[in-house]
């Protein structure tokens, strides 16, 4: 049988024998009008080809059904596993997302701002660049709708939740002190609040441990090309004999890779048994136990920090029985120590 052809709502509703506002209430939520009602619209819908142009209409509304993500580079893995679960939890519970890169660049973080804007999102998941963030822009955004930071935040008082720095680093240096020798620690340009957090408990922990801190210094300006700083350091050291230990605890995964690609160019073995070196380092992204030997590292809550995030969001925009005022400023999330071959 061939469906019959509606091109407009106006069309459709007439069709279906009730008003426009009543299809629309209907569309925006199918439990809002009378069973009776909705049975006529959804027997009519069965028998018609038309579809409702969702995103037209959330534009003529106040509030639409979009939630911005922004993130600072999708092709970081750790970015790359948040978004696909943001993504499928928003869409879950009724939004729709969407996807924003800043490249690590200001000028397109305030532009991918400024776009949600114009699109009347209902709100936002946000990891800033941090350091290179304009603030402004986000408190432009936090004055038209609710936000939430997540792995990094500005400073202010928009709800974050993101890993407990000092609890991962001190957990990992630790075990690396209690398995051999105790680590140096290679960083990385301090980008966002992440980096200083971790280097300043690598410091601490190994203090408290009765160790010196031996901290490799990255000579590389603002960048968040990891595999490539961590390559070109760890070569230059290499090739200098210069390294100041055989236990390297990277500051996060990325970082590794490349220190751990610099290793085998120089034909040294990485290995927990039998190893010229042990690499360990932060985040366990979803290729880290595919490096040659699988990499040793703390796992970010990546389950926890999704729900949080979509959780406190959506108690901001009033979809959860939950009192805004029970909000927590700030929640940081324990990391777990995954022990795999290269440490």
């Known amino acids: 049988m061939e469906k019959m052809t509606h091109k407009t ?6 069709s279906c024998g009730v008003s426009r506002p009543t299809l629309s209430k209907y569309f ?22 038309y579809q409702p142009n969702i995103y037209a209409r959330n534009l003529n509304r106040k509030r639409t059904r979009n939630i911005g993500i922004l993130v600072p580079a999708l092709t970081d893995p750790f970015y790359a596993e948040m978004v696909n679960r943001l993504e499928l939890r928003l869409r879950y519970e009724g939004y729709w997302p969407i996807v924003f890169s800043s490249h690590g660049l200001t000028e397109l973080e305030i532009e991918a701002v400024n776009t949600m804007l114009s699109l009347k999102v209902a709100g936002a998941i946000a990891a800033p660049l941090g350091q290179k963030s304009d603030p402004r822009a986000f408190e432009k955004l936090a004055q038209n709708a609710p936000v939430v930071y997540f792995d990094t935040f500005i400073e202010g008082n928009t709800p974050f939740i993101g890993n407990n720095n000092y609890q991962s680093i001190a957990t990992i240096v630790e075990y690396l002190c209690r398995s051999g020798e105790a680590p140096v620690y290679l960083d990385i340009p301090h980008v966002n609040h992440n980096s200083p957090e971790r280097l300043a408990s690598y410091i601490a922990t190994m203090e408290a441990s009765g160790c010196e801190p031996v901290v490799i210094k990255t000579n590389a300006a603002y960048t968040w090309e990891f595999e490539h700083i961590g390559y070109q350091q760890m070569d230059e050291m290499l090739n200098a004999k210069a390294l100041p230990g055989k236990t390297i605890l990277c500051a996060n995964d990325r970082l590794a890779f490349g220190v751990m690609a610099a290793a085998f160019a120089h034909g040294l073995k990485v290995g927990r048994k039998k190893g010229d070196l042990r690499v360990a380092a932060h985040d366990d992204h979803p290729l880290s136990r595919y490096t040659c030997p699988p990499l040793t590292t703390m796992a970010q809550d990546f389950a926890a920090m999704t729900a949080n995030s979509v959780d406190t969001l959506l108690t901001l925009l009033g979809d959860t029985d939950a009192p805004v005022q029970k909000i927590a400023h700030k929640v940081r999330l324990d990391g777990t120590l995954v022990m795999r071959q290269s440490a």
């Open 28 to 49: 925006d939520d199918p439990t809002s009008v009378k069973p009776v009602t909705r049975a006529l619209i959804e027997a009519a819908l069965r028998s018609s080809d």
């Open 9 to 14: 709502m106006e069309d459709f509703a007439k």
